[in-house]
T-cell receptor
Framework: NAGVTQTPKFQVLKTGQSMTLQCAQD?????MYWYRQDPGMGLRLIYY???????DKGEVPNGYNVSRLNKREFSLRLESAAPSQTSVYFC???????????FGDGTRLSIL | AQTVTQSQPEMSVQEAETVTLSCTYD???????LFWYKQPPSRQMILVIR??????QNATENRFSVNFQKAAKSFSLKISDSQLGDAAMYFC???????????FGAGTTVTVRA
């Protein structure tokens, strides 16, 4: 029962490097989400995708791009990583937007 | 964005005892949903309980129950008969009935003493 799978689990980057975080779900969900979690704060939404080919900006989209090429996968790209993007990143999915979200295990990203 | 406030950064409870986590939120809407998520050290976010604002009855899931006070905009979580496996960070979250966006509080770390 995989649910939502994120890769990698850990990554260290240098400032200015690019990186794509991968997320895949096997629950046939339509909606997918990317969040970041910083110390002392709750999760904040970066981007949302209601369905294949559609995306919408969340609360903190600057510095990120996303791609929803098919129903299963939703990737998050950092084109030029900055230390302020050091965080734990979570991917989530839900059957439709009003249903509860299921989360992956997160990716801990450090940018030096 | 909606504001969700968890005023207790940390709580400690003896095994088998009860602990209550507080959450308040700010909204002008009448129809919305509230959630409690658990995040153990494994990091995965797990939905514990959900409450629809239009329901007056408080939600219950086994040892987890909520006290939903709509007028006071308060949504507390009670963990009864605490177990070592309950040790985690707990997040309160709000979602408007008309929007997909979840707003999270900063979280409360629960420690269970054996």
């Amino acid at each position: 029962n995989a649910g939502v799978t994120q890769t990698p689990k850990f990554q260290v980057l240098k400032t200015g490097q690019s990186m794509t975080l991968q997320c895949a779900q096997d629950m046939n969900h339509n909606s997918m989400y990317w969040y970041r979690q910083d110390p002392g704060m709750g999760l904040r939404l970066i981007y949302y995708s209601a369905s294949e080919g559609t995306t919408d900006k969340g609360e903190v989209p600057n510095g990120y791009n996303v791609s929803r090429l098919n129903k299963r996968e939703f990737s998050l790209r950092l084109e030029s990583a900055a230390p302020s993007q050091t965080s734990v990143y979570f991917c989530a999915s839900s059957e439709v937007w009003w249903q509860p979200q299921h989360f992956g295990d997160g990716t801990r990203l450090s940018i030096l | 964005a909606q504001t969700v406030t968890q005023s207790q950064p940390e709580m400690s409870v003896q095994e088998a005892e009860t602990v209550t986590l507080s959450c308040t939120y700010d909204t002008s809407e009448s129809d919305y949903y509230l959630f409690w998520y658990k995040q153990p050290p494994s990091r995965q976010m797990i939905l514990v309980i959900r409450q629809e604002a239009y329901k007056q009855q408080n939600a219950t899931e086994n040892r987890f129950s909520v006290n939903f006070q709509k007028a006071a905009k308060s949504f507390s979580l009670k963990i009864s008969d605490s177990q070592l496996g309950d040790a985690a960070m707990y997040f309160c979250a709000y979602r408007s009935a008309n929007d997909y966006k979840l707003s999270f509080g900063a979280g409360t770390t629960v420690t269970v003493r054996a």
